[in-house]
């Protein structure tokens, strides 16, 4: 029985932060099956997400944290507050290297401007600091949007910081691959899907250990009273779960209340995990579990 050959209008339309050559690019296509997605640019991780809800796209990959800025609050404000029908499906971690990148080969006393996403310069400051102590840095909206307007724009004097993907999109040259500081530089992104579809999510590799993680937020108004927070920790340091994270986020517009979010190991197939989390259901305004998945491996 034959199939119908695979085109790219049948394959899952997979949203990221564009433009192409952004890492999020590269943490889609290093954690897909080659040709078996249809990747989508939009142009913030807010408009990458929502489309999920709209029917625009089948998933998403989007950032959730990196090892040294730490975890990226816009994706937790989105999960938390406004993709309620969003849910974790899985995760892929990527070794993050930057790259100097110009439109034509040059010298690196010839640099004036270092173009770059805000974040990156404090990655690359012993490097900015050593290599190119005289560069004026000017911030963009991604590195891949620094080495495009680099590339296309050609002007002396002007490189940007950004992956080598890009540069080979976009037509640029790169000067020095991996000006990063330290090399354990990794952010942990997230595949998301419409709530029940995360089986089917077309990761290449769901993790090969048999290790899962489940994500979970909460808050309420036991949140002002002295051990509120160990109550619902107590939860899962009872039933020896082991929390990977924790951290809080100020509400939107509710100053003074917060929602925190954790990281667990297990399932909420396990009953001591389903469990955990119908306890601090009982001490909460809100405790909803944003995803169940396999754990990734390292970068």
Known sequence: ?????????TRPRVGYLG?????????LLSSAAPDAVLPIAFATIHEAVTALPRGEVDWSVVPIENSIDGSVSVTLDLLAEE????????EVMLR??????AAREMRLEEIETVITHPQVPGQCERFLRTELPAARVLTSTSTAEAVRTVAEQGQPGQAALGTTLAARIYGAKVLREGVEDRDDNETRFLWLGRAGAGAGAPLRVHGTDGRWKTSVVFWGQGAGRPGWLV???DEFARR??????????????????YMFFADLAGST???RVAEAIAGIAELCEEARVLGSYPAAEPA
Request: proline residues 11%; aromatic residues 2%.
């Open 1 to 9: 029985m034959s199939t119908a050959p695979d085109t790219p209008a």
């Open 19 to 27: 433009p192409e050559g952004t890492f999020s690019e590269e943490a």
């Open 83 to 90: 993709a309620e029908s969003v849910e974790i499906a899985g």
């Open 96 to 101: 993050i290297r930057h790259s100097l990148i």
């Open 231 to 233: 109550r619902c920790l």
């Open 240 to 257: 020896e779960i082991d929390l990977t994270k924790i951290e809080s986020r100020p509400r939107p517009g509710r100053m003074g209340s």
């Open 269 to 271: 197939r396990e009953p």
